[in-house]
Structure formats: structure tokens, C-alpha cells
């Protein structure tokens, strides 16, 4: 569970060690709860920084510079083991320190194929590392995208290979689920693929939602701007309700945007059309070829209710079904009106 409250405004004030040093780790010391233990900072697996090698930029985050990089667990090991690894700049707010030290803490206890596996981390001094498996394959709706059939080539990806990308995802949301960790924040730009390749894994990669639920000033900033609208369901954005069925709501929209090889849901539409349509009871349309047995999973996703969405157990159960349903596998993938980039990414 997140517990907010145990942590959030005054509370978060009173958890702060505060102690003589310059060192964040021992002036800020939030604590973080999964699976009924608290974690703190002293429970990550700390990695000397020797046994790192950092090799190329992969990418921008939110603190710093992603990088591809080696680990090594013994100095003097022949083996090197390709890893990621996300670096805070040494100039650093204390808030961007402690969201980054929260980051690292709901990481590391996970256990599962489907989420992306922490390694360690480097805090003892600047830049400070996190290091995680690497994910090779990129992110799952930029694959998506460029998997979509051209003029002169067909798609490589078969009916199949989308629905094994929604059951990796659907597992590492049943494990959440069973851990009663809610993300806040699951779409196909979150999740990421091991290699582009056949025998690709997709694994949910992306905690920023669920991390910043922590920051004593949560509340305060960014305001619905920062929000994926369209990834949530009415109470979330109306009410501020976030449950487990939250997340359901928003794998029905990763699934709407997978079987669609990447579009943006809702195309063309602003959040506050978005919120108001779907206020109403409107919902997206099948992507074209989309398997009705798949849409109806979606459509059961969508629920107004939030009850009566299923759980994320008897989601895989349906898609199980639908694995085996030779209609659904044999379905033609879908085809597209007009070129991706008319597409408007709003
Ligand atoms: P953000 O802060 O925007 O959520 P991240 O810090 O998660 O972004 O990642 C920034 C970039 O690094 C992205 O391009 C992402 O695809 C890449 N990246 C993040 N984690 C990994 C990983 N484990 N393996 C490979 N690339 C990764």
C-alpha cells in the first residue's frame, strides 16, 4: 500500500533525521512501505562505484542523464553484465534528492519477470547511481510505432506478439495488484521491452506516478496538468480516488493503444474534452481489426464503476482465452486510413 499519510506534510518533517552532514542520506531518511515492511534507505544494496562501467547516454529522465552501462560484481570478474544506470546531477534540489532516494526504495522490492529488475544503488557520494536491469528494446509505444505495416512492408509483428506485450504487462499489474501497490501511471510510454526482437519481454519500468505521491508537496504542484487524463478513470480525476481499479482502467487504455500499434487515445481531443466525455459515459472506439473478444476486455476495463472492473487475475484469465481463441489470433493487424504522422499527439 502507499501510505501517504504516514509520510506526507508534517509527518514527512518529523520523519527527516536531521543530522550535521551534507550528505542527504543522512539528513533525509523517508521511509516507504511494500508488502507490509518499511524500507529505508540503509535496506538498498549499495554497489561500489569501481565495479561500474558507464558506457553510453540512453536517454534524458526526470533527474539526469539515463545511461547504458556494465556491472561487474566482483572486481576482477571476467563477466560484465550490461545494465542501466539512472544518475541524479550533483547539483541537485533536496526534493529532487529525496524523490530520487524514493524512486530507488519502490524499485528494489519488486520481484517479478514483468518489472524492471534493480540491481543496486551508488548514494555514498556524487553523482548518485541507480542501477537497473537494462532494457534494451526501448520503450513499448515507440516499438509499437514503428511496427506499424508501410507502403512497402508488411508489419513484422503478428496478432500474437501484441497480445504476449498486454499479458507481460497484465502480469506485472497482477503482481502489483497482489501487493497492493497501486502505480497510478501504467501506459504502453511506461513499460519497456527487453530487445525489439522476437522473444521480447515487456517489463513496467516507469514508477514517477507512484514516487511522487510521496513529495510533502504533492498536492501542490503541478495541479491536473501533470496528470495522464486519459489514462484515468472518472473518480481518479474527479475525486481523487486511486485503487487498484485505477490501474485496471489504464491497462484497458495500454491495451486500446497497443492493438492500435501506438496511437494516442482519444486523438485530437484536449483533457478537458476527455474528462467530460468520459464523465458521460463515453468511451474509445475498437481499433480498427481490434478482436472483439479484446475489446470487450477493454470495455470491461472502462467500467464506471469501479467494482465492477475485473481484477487484474481475471483479466489474464480472459486473455488466456483469447490466446487460444484462433479468431483472435488469427485476426489481420490494423490498417491505417491516413500516414501516422497526420496523427496529432494531443
Ligand atoms: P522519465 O524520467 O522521463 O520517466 P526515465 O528516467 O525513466 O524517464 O528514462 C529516461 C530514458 O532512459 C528513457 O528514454 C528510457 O527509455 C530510458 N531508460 C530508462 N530505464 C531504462 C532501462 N532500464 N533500460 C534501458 N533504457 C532505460
Redesign the pocket.
Known amino acids: 500500500i502507499l501510505r501517504r499519510q504516514a509520510i506526507s506534510g508534517p509527518d514527512l518533517q518529523l520523519n527527516r533525521l536531521r543530522v550535521a552532514s551534507d550528505s542527504m542520506m543522512t539528513e533525509y531518511n523517508p521511509n516507504y512501505e511494500f508488502g507490509g515492511n518499511a524500507i529505508s534507505i540503509k535496506d538498498l544494496k549499495e554497489i561500489p562505484r569501481e565495479q561500474l562501467r558507464l558506457v553510453k547516454a540512453?536517454?534524458?529522465?526526470?533527474?539526469g542523464e539515463?545511461y547504458?552501462g556494465f556491472f561487474r560484481h566482483r572486481i576482477g570478474d571476467a563477466v560484465e553484465m550490461p545494465?542501466?544506470v539512472?544518475t541524479l546531477p550533483e547539483l541537485s534540489s533536496t526534493q529532487a534528492e529525496t524523490d530520487f532516494l524514493m524512486e530507488a526504495l519502490i524499485m528494489s522490492k519488486f520481484n517479478h519477470p514483468n518489472i524492471?529488475h534493480f540491481i543496486g544503488v551508488c548514494f555514498d557520494k556524487h553523482p548518485r547511481f541507480i542501477v537497473?536491469?537494462?532494457?534494451?528494446g526501448?520503450?513499448l509505444k515507440t516499438f509499437l510505432r514503428e511496427s506499424r505495416p508501410k507502403p512497402d512492408r508488411a508489419s513484422p509483428l503478428t496478432m500474437k506478439d501484441l497480445l504476449i506485450c498486454i499479458v507481460d504487462v497484465a502480469k506485472g499489474c497482477k503482481y502489483m495488484e497482489e501487493n497492493r501497490f497501486i502505480h497510478r501511471d501504467i501506459a504502453a510510454r511506461?513499460c519497456?521491452l527487453t530487445t525489439k526482437g522476437p522473444g521480447r519481454v515487456v517489463k513496467i519500468?516507469?514508477f514517477?506516478m507512484a514516487r511522487d505521491i510521496y513529495r510533502a508537496d504533492y498536492y501542490r504542484k503541478g495541479g491536473k496538468a501533470m496528470l495522464p487524463i486519459k489514462w484515468m478513470p472518472p473518480e481518479a480525476f474527479l475525486d481523487g480516488i486511486f485503487t487498484t481499479k485505477t490501474d485496471v482502467w489504464s491497462f484497458g487504455v495500454l491495451m486500446w493503444e497497443v492493438m492500435s500499434l501506438g496511437y494516442m487515445p482519444y486523438t485530437g481531443c484536449a483533457n478537458r474534452e476527455v474528462m467530460s466525455l468520459v464523465t458521460s459515459g463515453g468511451r474509445l472506439e475498437p481499433p480498427t481489426n481490434c478482436p472483439p473478444q479484446l475489446y470487450a476486455i477493454m470495455t470491461q476495463c472502462w467500467h464506471p464503476n469501479p467494482e465492477e472492473r475485473p481484477s487484474f487475475s481475471l483479466i489474464l484469465e480472459r486473455l488466456g482465452y483469447c490466446m487460444q481463441d484462433p479468431d483472435v489470433i488469427r485476426a489481420p493487424l490494423p490498417v491505417y486510413a491516413k500516414p501516422p504522422s497526420s496523427e496529432r499527439d494531443t
Open positions: 540512453l536517454g534524458q529522465g526526470a533527474f539515463v547504458q545494465v542501466a539512472k524492471v537497473i536491469e537494462l532494457l534494451a526501448g520503450d511506461n519497456l519500468a516507469d514517477g
